[in-house]
C-alpha cells in the first residue's frame, strides 16, 4: 500500500465534462506534485505546491485547474479535456526542499488511469 | 527539460543474474535519485545519492556516481522476478532546489523466472 492516496484510480470521460482528480497524504509532507504520465515515458511535471501555494506551473494548459485546500490534500479539475490527454496522471508528495541539500524523495501514489473519449 | 538520461535499454535477465542500468546528466546537481515503476502503478523511491557521495548501497541495489562524467549507475545484484519493473534516475533540475526533479527515459527490465 502506498502512503499517497489518489482516486480514482480509473476514469472515462468525455470531452464536455467536467471531474476532478484527488490526491491525500498524511506524512506531514508540505510539497505537492501533480504529474502526467504517458505509455513508456518518464513522468512529465505539471504543477507543484509547496506549503499550499501554487509555485511551479509547468505552462499546463487550462482545462486542467489545481487546487490544494490544505496540506493533506491535492486535487487536480478537469475540464473540456481532449484525447491526446488520455494518461496516467500521478500525485506526489515530499519535504520541501530547502535548496541546500537538494530535492528530497518525492512518494507517488498509484495514480488515475484517464481515458478520453 | 530532462537532464538524467539512462541508456535507452531494455533488459531481459535470468532470475539471480546482476542488472546495471545508467543514466547521465548535464548540469551540476545536489543529488541523484533512482525510481522504480512496477506495471501500472507509481513510482517507488529507491535511493538518493548525494554529490559529494561515490556510492551507496541498499540492500541489493548499488548505485554509483561519478560528477566529473555526470553518470551514474544502478547495479541490482541476484534479480528476482519482482524486480521486474522500469526504472528511472532523477536529478535536480535547478541547483539551487525548487521541488523540481528532473527524470531521465527509463530502462525497462525483465526477470525472467
Given at each position: 500500500d502506498t502512503e499517497v492516496t489518489q482516486t480514482p484510480k480509473h476514469l472515462v470521460m468525455g470531452m464536455t465534462n467536467k471531474k476532478s482528480l484527488k490526491c491525500e497524504q498524511?506524512?506531514?509532507?508540505?510539497a505537492m506534485y501533480w504529474y502526467k504520465q504517458k505509455a513508456k515515458k518518464p513522468p512529465e511535471l505539471m504543477f507543484v505546491y509547496s506549503y499550499e501555494k501554487l509555485?511551479?506551473?509547468?505552462?499546463?494548459?487550462?482545462?486542467f485547474s489545481p487546487e490544494c485546500p490544505n496540506s493533506s490534500l491535492l486535487n487536480l479539475h478537469l475540464h473540456?479535456?481532449?484525447?491526446?490527454?488520455?494518461a496516467l496522471y500521478l500525485c506526489a508528495s515530499s519535504q520541501?526542499?530547502?535548496?541546500?541539500?537538494?530535492n528530497q524523495p518525492q512518494h507517488f501514489g498509484d495514480g488515475t488511469r484517464l481515458s478520453i473519449l | 527539460s530532462q537532464q538524467g538520461e539512462e541508456d535507452p535499454q531494455a533488459l531481459s535477465i535470468q532470475e539471480g543474474e546482476n542488472a546495471t542500468m545508467n543514466c547521465s546528466y548535464k548540469t551540476s546537481i545536489n543529488n541523484l535519485q533512482w525510481y522504480r515503476q512496477n506495471s501500472g502503478r507509481g513510482l517507488v523511491h529507491l535511493i538518493l545519492i548525494r554529490s559529494n557521495e561515490r556510492e551507496k548501497h541498499s540492500g541489493r541495489l548499488r548505485v554509483t556516481l561519478d560528477t566529473s562524467k555526470k553518470s551514474s549507475s544502478l547495479l541490482i545484484t541476484?534479480?528476482?522476478?519482482?524486480?521486474t519493473a522500469s526504472y528511472f534516475c532523477a536529478t535536480d533540475a535547478s541547483f539551487y532546489g525548487n521541488n523540481r526533479l528532473a527524470f531521465g527515459k527509463g530502462n525497462q527490465v525483465v526477470v525472467i523466472p
Open positions: 498524511h506524512m506531514g509532507h508540505r509555485s511551479i506551473n509547468e505552462s499546463v494548459p487550462s482545462r473540456a479535456l481532449q484525447p491526446e490527454d488520455s520541501v526542499d530547502l535548496g541546500i541539500r537538494g | 541476484a534479480s528476482r522476478a519482482a524486480d
